[in-house]
Structures are given as C-alpha cells and as structure tokens.
C-alpha cells in the first residue's frame, strides 16, 4: 500500500506525512523538491507540480490510497489564476490520472468558507448546507473552492472515484512556516491589529484536523463530506483569548463594517502610492466583518473525531510564533559566542566593527 500526498510540505500536510509515518504507512509526497525534514522519515518524493500531468502521472503510479492537500491562501484577487489553477485544473489533472489507478480511497482537503459563512451571526452551516458561492464571488480562494468540490463530486458520480470532501475551518497550531494561517496572529502579537470587527470566526488544530484526514480515509464513505471546526467565536473573543494568552492589549474600538471596509480600502491606495503594504488589506476586513460558524458533529459522530481543547491550540500557537517567527526571535538576545568556536582574531575584528557602527 503506498500513499500519496499532494502539498505535503504546508501546514497542513507536514502534520499530516508524520501521523501517517508514525502509523508506519508508505508515504510519497509530490512536491517542487525534495524537503529534508520529511525525507529524513523515510518519506520518498516525486519532485513535480500538478500543473504537469506528466509529472501528476508519475507521482500516481501504483498508489493506492491519496490525500489531495495542495492549495494555495491568497487574499489578494490579482493572484486569482494561481488558485483557480491550482484547485480547479491541478485537481481535474489529479483525477484524471487517478481513473487509471487502482485507488481505494481519495481524501481532498476543501475549506468550511465553501459552506459556512454569512452575514447572519445566527447561522451555523453544517455539510449539507448550500454553497456560499453568492457571497464569496469577490473571494477567488473560495470561490476556486466551490469549483474544486464541484469537480470532485462531478469525478465521484460519473467515474465512481472514491472521493470524500474535508472542510476544515482556519488552521492554527504549531508549525507554519509559511504563515498561510496565522498570519493575523502574528499581526495581534506585533500590535499591528488596532480595532476589532462584528465578525464571527471559527478554528481547528491542524494537528486535530490531520488526525480527522485519517479517519476519512479509513472510514468515511465515498462521497461524503465533513466539516472541521474546534471553537466558534467572535473576533472580540477570540482577541481577548490572545490577549490572556500574550500580554498584548486586544482592540478595544469596534469599527462598524461600511466604515472599516472603506477605510482599509483608502489606507491600502495610500500605501501602495508609497510603494508599501498596508498592514491589513480590504479583503480581510470585508471577510472580517461575517461570520464563519460550522457545525462538526458529523465528524465527531461517524468518525470518531475529537479536537482537543480550542485553548491548547491557541497556547500552542503563540508558543510556536515566539520561538520561530522572525519578527520574535530577531528579538531574543544572543550571547556572545565561546572564544573556541571562533577564532580569536575574527572576534576582535568583529567587536571592532561593532564599536565603529556605534560612534
């Protein structure tokens, strides 16, 4: 039985390649290049992109079980052709090439935003809620999500591919290097969020969503879907749970949607006059101002899926953050090396230099 990963080097996936190699599972990973970390586990790697069907051909090759978890987060729309090629056509590629395999099982990672969010803080989507497609047509990460399950469900029905849908909601925990979700984390913990708005949100460990992958693949049945989420809540709470967690002050100014929105929209055409980037762009705040609840109960019943406790994996997150993100650790004072370890000679010249850079 081998296994194959798609983005098996983000967040997700790394979370994912080590619970599979812990299981002792025979894992191939389909990336841009090989990534040491993973090939130290005994992970073997296809190097390729899901725009080749080449090389999506040689990475399905007698694999019989495979987590789809490529993706891309953007917010900004420019990038919309990256997301839509990605998700949509890298995923037709995958399936297409799968029909010619003898695979047991396809486990695709999609978003709970396909289905669960609103302007209604009453609303609580569950799997069998219709698409949000109206409300996130300005959103391409979505919306090329919509289209990727639509593909998914399209393959399962007319090619009976064994596919089952995956809908985790914002994914914090350790371990993201590429800051795909908690970007807006890092920004509470650099005091660079100064107002709070109406929205709702909801979360999950990726190592708990991970762990929810695994039981898809060993029990869902094909075509069926399930939604990811740990803690609903909204954004002022989820702040003031940053805040006990880190010291940093949460916003205390409430900032109504219209005015927000068209804020962020002239302070990110001031910063772009200048050549920068605006700490918080306008699509953030419109997605911001909505509200994200799910309902994982399916999960939870057919699958036997817990998360663990929505503060764990806030500690977790910020502990990560503090000891890896280079806005901390630039921070963290560095003694001055053992004389053995450098040469004596080299220190002087260094202490030199330092000394002038200070006059």
């Known amino acids: 039985m081998t296994t194959l990963i798609t983005g098996g080097t983000g967040f997700l996936g790394r979370h994912l390649v080590r619970q599979l190699v812990e299981r002792g599972e025979d894992v191939r990973v389909l990336a841009r290049q090989v990534d040491l970390d993973l090939a130290d586990l005994g992970v073997s790697f296809v190097e390729g992109t899901l725009s080749s069907s080449d090389d999506v051909r040689r990475a399905v090759d007698g694999v019989t079980h495979v987590y789809h978890c490529a993706g891309l987060v953007e917010r900004d729309p420019k990038h919309a052709h990256r997301m839509y090629e990605l998700h949509v056509d890298g995923t037709r590629r995958l399936l297409d090439a799968l029909r010619q395999q003898d695979v047991k099982k396809i486990v695709v990672a999609s978003t709970s935003g396909t289905v669960g969010v609103s302007d209604d803080p009453n609303f609580l989507a569950t799997d069998d809620s219709p698409s949000a497609e109206k409300l996130v047509m300005h959103w391409p990460y979505y919306l090329s999500k919509i289209y990727q399950e639509r593909i998914c469900e399209r393959y399962h029905r007319d090619y009976n591919l064994p596919i089952v849908l995956m809908r985790p909601t914002l994914l914090l925990g350790p371990g993201d290097m590429r800051e795909s979700s908690t970007g807006d984390v890092v920004l509470f913990m650099r005091k660079k969020i100064p107002t709070v708005l109406s929205g709702g949100m909801s979360f999950v460990d990726a190592r708990d969503a991970a762990a929810a992958f695994i039981l898809?693949?060993?029990?869902?049945?094909?075509?069926?879907?399930?939604?990811?989420?740990?803690?609903?809540?909204?954004?002022?709470?989820?702040?003031?749970?940053?805040?006990?967690?880190?010291?940093?002050?949460?916003?205390?100014?409430?900032?109504?949607?219209?005015?927000?929105?068209?804020?962020?929209?002239?302070?990110?055409?001031?910063?772009?006059?200048?050549?920068?980037?605006?700490?918080?762009?306008?699509?953030?705040?419109?997605?911001?101002?909505?509200?994200?609840?799910?309902?994982?109960?399916?999960?939870?019943?057919?699958?036997?899926?817990?998360?663990?406790?929505?503060?764990?994996?806030?500690r977790d997150t910020v502990q990560w953050i503090e000891q890896f993100h280079p806005s901390f650790t630039d921070k963290l004072e560095r003694p001055t090396p053992p004389e053995h370890w450098v040469p004596r000679e080299t220190l002087k010249w260094a202490e030199a230099q330092r000394d002038e850079r200070l006059l």
């Open 216 to 314: 898809a693949m060993d029990k869902a049945e094909p075509g069926s879907s399930y939604l990811l989420g740990a803690s609903n809540m909204t954004l002022v709470a989820f702040f003031e749970r940053l805040e006990d967690i880190t010291g940093v002050r949460a916003p205390r100014i409430a900032v109504p949607r219209d005015a927000a929105i068209a804020g962020a929209k002239v302070l990110d055409v001031a910063m772009r006059m200048l050549g920068q980037k605006a700490s918080i762009d306008p699509v953030s705040v419109e997605m911001g101002s909505r509200y994200w609840y799910i309902d994982s109960s399916r999960a939870i019943n057919e699958l036997g899926w817990q998360p663990r406790d929505p503060a764990a994996t806030l």
